[in-house]
């Protein structure tokens, strides 16, 4: 996922993004704790975006 791709959300929607992808990491980790992934690399990505979308977020707490 890109910057440019959550960008066109406001911030509910992204807030409400973000916690759709944390509950999907959860679950990812607790399938790979239990039957290993295919890629584990999955779940390193899924956690970089999900900082990306907090940094987004936090640049709009802090330009308002």
Same mark, same amino acid.
């Given at each position: 996922?890109?910057?440019?791709?959550?960008?066109?959300?406001?911030?509910?929607?992204?807030?409400?993004?973000?916690?759709?992808?944390? !509950?999907?990491?959860?679950?990812?980790?607790?399938?790979? !704790?239990?039957?290993?992934?295919?890629?584990?690399?999955?779940?390193? !990505?899924?956690?970089?975006?999900?900082?990306?979308?907090?940094?987004?977020?936090?640049?709009?707490?802090?330009?308002?």
């Amino acid at each position: 996922m890109k910057k440019s791709d959550f960008k066109g959300l406001d911030t509910k929607e992204l807030a409400e993004r973000i916690d759709t992808e944390v !509950a999907k990491l959860q679950n990812m980790k607790l399938n790979h !704790a239990i039957t290993p992934l295919e890629n584990p690399s999955q779940i390193k !990505a899924a956690r970089r975006d999900i900082a990306r979308m907090k940094t987004e977020l936090r640049q709009r707490e802090l330009n308002k």
